[in-house]
């Protein structure tokens, strides 16, 4: 009977291990096709280009939002993820 609840714990612990490697591993994965990274990139480029012009928010902003698309442009562009 010893032995049965050994061999349970063990494949609780093995279960719960398991699920929690495939929810880390889900977590970093990528779910953009290469034809929606490449609008994202467009739409950020439109944004860079043209959104000053808009005048809705204040030069500081504005850089400040433009870093912040760069670093996400860089990011789908050197993701190397499911296309």
Same mark, same amino acid.
């Given at each position: 009977? +010893?032995?049965?609840?050994?061999? &349970? =714990?063990? +494949? /609780?612990?093995?279960?719960?291990? &398991?699920? &929690?490697?495939?929810? @880390?591993?889900?977590?970093?994965?990528?779910?953009?096709?290469?034809?929606?990274?490449? @609008?994202? /990139?467009? =739409?950020?480029?439109? @944004?860079?280009?043209?959104?000053?012009?808009?005048?809705?928010?204040?030069?500081?902003?504005?850089?400040? =939002?433009?870093?912040? +698309?760069?670093?996400?442009?860089?990011?789908? &562009?050197?993701?190397?993820? =499911?296309?």
């Amino acid at each position: 009977m +010893l032995i049965l609840h050994i061999i &349970l =714990v063990l +494949l /609780v612990i093995i279960i719960l291990f &398991l699920s &929690l490697a495939l929810y @880390f591993f889900s977590k970093k994965t990528n779910y953009y096709s290469k034809k929606e990274k490449e @609008f994202i /990139v467009f =739409v950020i480029d439109i @944004f860079i280009e043209f959104g000053d012009d808009l005048g809705i928010q204040s030069k500081e902003q504005y850089n400040k =939002v433009v870093d912040e +698309l760069n670093k996400i442009k860089n990011k789908l &562009l050197n993701n190397k993820g =499911v296309d």
